[in-house]
């Protein structure tokens, strides 16, 4: 799977996940991908964040805390303002509790993916990625706790990572 940076012909600037680079060229082709912002089909390729190379069974690395979709920024030149509440026109609220549930799903899915491939560090996440962009530790995939500071300083010096929201679990 790879996470690719999109963008729709209105400047909307979003993610999705593919398979592969020929997957998401016969998926935009054929117009099944459309702007989460707008709903425009024509997206192309956005410049990447670059991410941390995993196991070769994992997807990607991933730093993350726990946070609620609700605690991350929209970026692109038409981010919504979030001092006023978003509606939604045109969809039941059957539908949007459908949807909602949906994603949870595939959030929780893939939150479980990275857990079982990728070895945790927790706060030794910058570190350790340090050490593995240096060759001073085995290749691998790992997760854990950066602060914005510190991704900060991992990009400009070149370590490839990306950042995932993790929802908070619910106690069973």
């Not at 920024?73 to 539908?95: M, R």
């Not at 300083?153 to 679990?169: Q, S, Y």
Request: hydrophobic residues 30%; aromatic residues 8%; contains cysteine.
């Amino acid at each position: 799977m790879i996470l690719f940076d999109l963008k729709c012909t209105s400047g909307h600037v979003f993610e999705a996940w593919f398979r592969d680079s020929v997957n998401f060229d016969v998926q935009a082709e054929a117009g099944e991908i459309t702007c989460p912002y707008c709903g425009d089909d024509e997206i192309s390729k956005a410049p990447m964040a670059p991410s941390l190379a995993g196991t070769g069974t994992s997807t990607h690395d991933a730093t993350g805390r726990e946070a609620s979709a609700d605690d991350l920024p929209l970026t692109g030149p038409c981010a919504p303002d979030h001092s006023q509440p978003e509606s939604v026109v045109g969809l039941s609220e059957e539908k949007v509790s459908a949807l909602v549930k949906e994603v949870a799903g595939k959030l929780g899915e893939f939150r479980s993916h990275i857990e079982t491939e990728c070895d945790y560090v927790g706060e030794e996440f910058t570190e350790e990625a340090r050490k593995i962009h240096y060759g001073e530790a085995e290749e691998r995939g790992i997760y854990g706790e950066a602060t914005e500071s510190q991704t900060e300083e991992l990009a400009e010096e070149g370590v490839e990572f990306f950042k995932i929201p993790w929802a908070r679990r619910r106690d069973s």
